[in-house]
């Protein structure tokens, strides 16, 4: 055998290992977190035909409606401030900002809970045909909602850590709840929605572990908590708040727009729809937007940091994402129908039109989606709010207008497509320019 240690060939091979598989390295832990998102996006698609049969697509749209209101309102109620746990370089401050998201959390989510209670006994929705099918599941928003935002907070945490390998398990324990739990209650329904019910109570059991965790990693630092540092850290990144619960809000409405528009427009069968397409065509957004823009996050804020810029760490990404992306576009765009009608029976087609319609969207998707972290990086609240503007703008109108122009749900969904594509594309193009500071003056400023 010969030895890795010697010139030659074999001496450029180890040079190559121990580049791309050494401790800590962007590629490992690439792999860690991506090994952890397969296994759980794998295990939802697995069960998702098990799932469309045990639940119809009332269900699927009762389920989507509700998810859809608490990404938007899990937003809204941490004031954006999870995501400034990456920027502090002292971890005294950024444990403290941690705090301060579950604090914030916490009261907004009691106050809109309270809120929600007085809004459902007075009239002020009864108009809506949507806030009507869901019933006593509204109350189940504010709840998901708490639950998603401190699992967030937690998992930033773990993210500025470089605890990838916890993250990982997490994740693969967050899939295993939420798809385990549902399958049980569709084959013993207890309760009218197990689809609902297992959100809640997969988060719930993670953020015990997680909060477990958080505190002994406090007591390690035998550190004590001081308002004193939390009310200066809610002024040091005051703009969060003012600039990204806006921007990030209405980025998430416009994600959400077509469950909730679909479903007033069309009825909560085509949210239904519309919502399985949307947890097929996640996986591999999953697979690699997520498990990628893990390690994304923490590589441009560090780089960043340091040199103030991180263009080859940029560019390194998109060229990749780029080259993955073409296989769910070529997946999608040619068998989407036909495969959705196999996998998940004859009554799901539509749902498989519906992502054959938004295949080029879910390629641009997949790169611009890791990279806008840049917003956050660079700063630019401002921008990033001007261009969620638009962009719950176009998707509105491009939903409103194939229901007027058409009274069609596909040709809706492809004006949505189409509206997508125009605002990943430019979201490439300026996160591209703030890669590289010097090249920003060359941007048009919005």
Same mark, same amino acid.
């Given at each position: 055998m010969v030895s890795l240690n010697s010139g030659g060939s074999e001496g450029k091979l180890r040079r190559v290992i121990d580049k791309y598989l050494r401790q800590g390295s962007f590629s490992r832990h690439f792999a860690t977190m991506m090994s952890a998102t397969v296994f759980s996006q794998l295990l939802l698609l697995g069960t998702s035909p098990l799932l469309t049969r045990l639940y119809s697509p009332h269900d699927f749209g009762i389920f989507g409606l509700i998810m859809a209101y608490a990404s938007v309102l899990s937003i809204v109620i941490t004031g954006r401030y999870e995501l400034a746990i990456m920027l502090p370089e002292d971890s005294i401050k950024a444990i403290h900002v941690v705090i301060l998201t579950c604090a914030v959390t916490a009261l907004f989510s009691v106050i809109t809970l309270f809120g929600t209670v007085i809004v459902l006994h007075g009239s002020l929705f009864s108009s809506f045909a949507v806030f009507n099918e869901l019933g006593n599941w509204v109350y189940a928003v504010p709840v998901i909602a708490l639950l998603q935002s401190l699992y967030? $907070?937690?998992?930033? @945490?773990? /993210?500025?850590?470089?605890?990838?390998?916890?993250?990982?398990? =997490?994740?693969? @324990?967050?899939?295993?709840?939420? !798809?385990? +739990?549902? %399958? +049980?209650?569709?084959? @013993?329904?207890?309760?009218? /929605?197990?689809?609902?019910?297992?959100? &809640?109570?997969? =988060?719930?059991?993670?953020l015990l572990g997680m909060g477990w965790k958080f505190w002994r990693e406090i007591k390690q630092l035998n550190m004590a908590i001081e308002w004193g540092i939390i009310t200066t850290q809610a002024k040091r990144y005051k703009d969060f708040p003012r600039f990204l619960v806006v921007a990030h809000s209405l980025e998430?409405?416009? $994600?959400?727009?077509?469950?909730?528009?679909?479903?007033? %427009?069309?009825? !909560? $069968?085509? $949210?239904?729809?519309?919502?399985? !397409?949307?947890?097929? &065509?996640?996986?591999p957004i999953g697979f690699i937007a997520k498990a990628a823009g893990d390690i994304i996050r923490e590589r441009f804020s560090t780089v960043y940091r340091k040199q103030g810029n991180c263009r080859n760490d940029y560019m390194g990404a998109v060229k990749g994402l780029s080259l993955i992306a073409v296989i769910p576009l070529t997946i999608f765009g040619l068998f989407g129908p036909s495969l959705?009608?196999?996998?998940?029976?004859? #009554? @799901?087609?539509t749902s498989g039109i519906y992502a054959q319609v938004l295949a080029v969207?879910?390629?641009?998707?997949? &790169?611009?989606?890791p990279v806008s972290v840049l917003y956050m990086i660079a700063e630019k609240q401002r921008q990033e709010?001007?261009?969620?503007?638009?962009?719950?703008?176009?998707?509105?109108?491009?939903?409103?207008?194939?229901?007027?122009?058409?009274?069609? #749900?596909?040709?809706?969904?492809?004006?949505?497509?189409?509206?997508?594509?125009? +605002? =990943?594309?430019?979201?490439?193009?300026? !996160? /591209?320019?703030?890669?590289?500071?010097s090249v920003e003056a060359k941007i048009w400023r919005i």
């Open positions: 967030q $907070a937690l998992y930033f @945490w773990f /993210n500025r850590q470089q605890q990838y390998t916890m993250m990982a398990r =997490y994740r693969i @324990w967050n899939g295993v709840l939420i !798809t385990g +739990i549902a %399958l +049980i209650m569709g084959l @013993w329904p207890v309760l009218p /929605n197990g689809l609902i019910v297992s959100q &809640i109570v997969a =988060y719930a059991v993670l998430s409405l416009s $994600a959400q727009l077509p469950v909730i528009m679909l479903g007033e %427009l069309f009825g !909560t $069968a085509v $949210a239904g729809y519309f919502t399985l !397409t949307q947890r097929v &065509i996640a996986a959705f009608s196999a996998v998940f029976g004859a #009554d @799901w087609t969207m879910i390629f641009f998707q997949m &790169i611009a989606s709010l001007m261009l969620q503007i638009v962009r719950v703008t176009l998707c509105a109108a491009a939903l409103e207008a194939g229901y007027l122009s058409f009274q069609n #749900d596909i040709v809706s969904i492809i004006f949505f497509g189409v509206a997508m594509c125009l +605002i =990943y594309c430019f979201m490439i193009y300026q !996160t /591209n320019s703030w890669a590289c500071p």
